[in-house]
């Protein structure tokens, strides 16, 4: 409402005439005079007037309207008169105020706003889904046109906040900010705007969800050595509501946060050029508390191979046919991984067929025939079959003798890893052989009964094998 009062109108200079031109401020009368409603959405308003004093006169001037009074004539002061109009829109008056003697004292422009119409469902909404504490802005969309000045809220508002509801002005940011009542949970609310006509649109329900308690069991897994530029990645985490996942660095993804539900492996395609890549990777659920920051250093290297396969303890030989095999490949927690081994080996139980990823002891039993014994291992991920990996081990190194007219004839072992040899025993070898051809075989000139070798390996060890020249 306007309210205007005539004594301080006369004190600001508006007073243009009074007995000898003096204004006394003690025989002022108070006077106030506003309209009735600034807005209204019925076709009727009042000038309202409050005076200490009926000794005064008025005269209105206005259009477009109908007034209890006739327009411009001057009437005895009144404490209401009323207005009637049709149309919707702004309407106006004039009003001059006089002494009874004729003596004029002030004069004001009155305005208000005639507005029957009704918004939609406002348009309405928090700026956040969910939210780990208790702050929140409400946005109001500037499709609710600029007749919506008031916006009511009522709900699980903070204690402070009316949680029975109260109206609040919109501000010409069309931000509002909210408190919530404590609890996790979902929040329900019922908001509606209102013009100045005090108009109300209709009610819309609105909710958002408080999570203060973060998910659990949150991790990724990377395998920290790869030879190629695009692998893999996963993300487990627990939690009643969906989780996100972002991954930045030496990558080529986007920096951006994707949902996921329980565990997800995510495609990963890191920058070019060899060596070491960072990354970081990050979860948090939809009120954005965060459960995990990774921070990774991949090295990439083309030479790498993800599956190996080892004999346990490298042996370069062996005299006994029972072996230990390790298999090892990068893979991640949810993947199947199969395993078939196979080669120079007996069949059992773990051979030769289909078996479940074990990175564990695995007893092999190697054929036995003398010489190289090969272990191959196929994997299959998730059913697709991967590049074969192998490891090697010789057996019952040995050196033999025969005849061949007349000539005696010495065979020695062709062990992978032999560095060097002596033979031993006969007339052309008195030195020690670093240049051996694969399954190498010596003319000998005995000089004894036996011919002894010493094969000198890459791991430092030697053997010595003899056999006994023949007749």
Not at 67 to 92: K, N, W
Not at 214 to 232: E, H, L, W
């Amino acid at each position: 409402m306007l309210h205007y009062t005539l004594k301080s109108l006369l004190i600001s200079g508006l007073l243009l005439s009074c007995v000898d031109n003096t204004i006394v401020e003690s025989e002022i009368p108070d006077f106030n005079l506003y309209m009735e409603y600034d807005a209204t959405n019925r076709p009727e308003n009042a000038l309202i007037v409050s005076s200490e004093s009926q000794d005064f006169h008025f005269l209105i001037s206005a259009s477009n309207l109908d007034s209890e009074v006739a327009l411009d004539a001057v009437h005895p002061i009144q404490e209401r008169t009323q207005f009637s109009f049709e149309e919707e829109g702004d309407y106006g008056i004039s009003v001059k105020v006089f002494l009874s003697d004729g003596t004029y004292y002030t004069s004001k422009e009155l305005d208000w706003t005639y507005d029957t119409s009704l918004s939609m469902a406002p348009v309405v909404g928090f700026d956040e889904a969910a939210t780990n504490d208790e702050n929140l802005s409400l946005l109001v969309s500037s499709s609710n046109g600029d007749s919506a000045v008031e916006l009511w809220i009522e709900g699980d508002l903070h204690p402070d906040e009316n949680p029975e509801g109260s109206w609040i002005v919109i501000p010409h940011t069309n931000v509002i900010p909210v408190r919530i009542s404590e609890g996790d949970g979902f929040k329900k609310f019922t908001v509606k705007t209102r013009n100045k006509a005090l108009a109300e649109s209709e009610e819309l329900s609105l909710s958002v969800l408080r999570k203060e308690k973060g998910p659990d069991g949150c991790a990724s897994f990377v395998a920290n050595i790869t030879k190629t530029r695009y692998m893999q990645f996963e993300v487990t985490g627990i939690d009643d509501r969906k989780l996100f996942y972002r991954v930045f660095g030496d990558i080529e993804n986007d920096f951006e946060f994707h949902e996921f539900t329980g565990s997800e492996q995510v495609d990963l395609e890191l920058t070019q050029g060899f060596g070491n890549k960072n990354l970081t990777i990050q979860i948090r659920d939809e009120a954005e508390n965060y459960c995990l920051k990774d921070q990774y250093e991949i090295l990439y290297d083309p030479d790498y191979a993800d599956g190996i396969v080892e004999l346990k303890g490298d042996p370069i030989w062996t005299d006994d046919l029972n072996v230990t095999l390790n298999a090892s490949l990068d893979h991640l927690p949810s993947d199947v991984i199969e395993m078939y081994v196979f080669g120079d080996i007996e069949n059992s139980e773990y051979t030769n067929q289909w078996i479940p990823y074990n990175d564990g002891d695995i007893p092999i039993v190697l054929d036995d025939s003398d010489g190289h014994k090969w272990v191959r291992v196929k994997f299959k991920k998730n059913d697709v079959e991967l590049p074969m990996a192998w490891d090697g081990v010789y057996y019952n190194p040995f050196v033999s003798l025969r005849r061949s007219s007349g000539t005696l004839i010495v065979t020695t072992s062709n062990i992978l890893g032999l560095e060097s040899m002596t033979v031993r025993g006969c007339s052309e070898t008195a030195d020690s052989l670093t240049e051996i051809l694969y399954q190498s075989v010596i003319t000998c000139t005995e000089t004894g009964s036996t011919v002894d070798v010493d094969y000198f390996l890459s791991d430092g060890t030697t053997i010595t094998r003899s056999a006994s020249v023949p007749d």
